[in-house]
């Protein structure tokens, strides 16, 4: 399983796009990169999942460079709701086994 | 979408007791179950994989006799928290491998919250 690095932390205010970045460097050609939110005291929400470019959906976007060595979430315009854990996870398929790393702690501020 | 249930979503039990959580996929067939718990602030935690049919694998660490895993259909999978003591008190939180359709994704129940006094 590919180790994953994510910063701790990040701030933003209401209304404004927010990217997080995580590194993957020892990616394997056949590893999915997966993105999950978690509430406190909740468990994790799939919010989507790439192999390589551009995915979209109705609430985020990855963008992941051509090397997949890294990825990167994208929230358009958060809201107060959006603050919570995000976790970036690299595996064969997000359906196997998952390891969990420390996540992003994302604090959007009105 | 897909949608995991729990069952109970909290539970306070006496030390030495023993205790059973239900996870539940309800629009989808899963073979594949897992089990993590979660401290506080901490992420979550891998305990054992639970397939439909065969006796769950446990992560390195894991005591099997003391967290029993029984995967008796395609949509429950439920987790027995045997002898329960304070330190397991913890939140723990399923997941259901989603392979129906083109993605192969894991969703996740809500949690339940295990206090052991």
């Known amino acids: 399983l590919a180790k994953t690095t994510q910063p701790i932390s990040m701030d933003s205010y209401e209304g404004q796009e927010v990217n997080i970045t995580c590194s993957h460097n020892?990616?394997?050609?056949?590893?999915?990169i997966t993105w999950y939110q978690q509430f406190p005291s909740q468990g994790p929400r799939f919010i989507i999942q790439?192999?390589?470019t551009k995915v979209t959906n109705e609430v985020a976007s990855l963008f992941i460079p051509a090397d997949r060595k890294s990825s990167t979430l994208s929230l358009p315009r958060v809201s107060l709701s959006d603050t919570a854990v995000y976790y970036c996870?690299?595996?064969?398929?997000?359906?196997?086994?998952?390891?969990f790393g420390g996540g992003t702690r994302v604090l959007v501020k009105p | 979408g897909a949608v995991v249930s729990q069952h109970p979503s909290w539970v306070i039990c006496k030390s030495g007791t023993s205790v059973k959580i239900e996870c539940r996929s309800l629009?989808?067939?899963?073979?594949?179950m897992f089990w993590y718990r979660q401290f506080p602030k901490q992420s979550l935690m891998l305990m054992a994989t639970?397939?439909?049919?065969?006796?769950?694998?446990?992560e390195q660490g894991v005591e099997k006799d003391k967290f029993l895993i029984n995967h008796a259909s395609l949509t429950l999978s439920t987790l027995t928290v045997t002898s329960a003591h304070p330190e397991d008190s913890s939140f723990y939180i399923c997941?259901?491998?989603?392979?129906?359709?083109?993605?192969?994704?894991?969703?996740f129940g809500p949690g339940t919250r295990l206090t052991v006094l």
């Open positions: 629009d989808f067939q899963a073979t594949t």
């Open positions: 996870l690299v595996g064969e398929t997000a359906g196997n086994k998952l390891t």
């Open positions: 997941s259901a491998r989603d392979q129906e359709g083109f993605t192969d994704t894991q969703y």
């Open positions: 790439g192999y390589k």
């Open positions: 639970s397939n439909e049919g065969s006796k769950a694998t446990y």
């Open positions: 020892n990616i394997a050609t056949n590893d999915y």
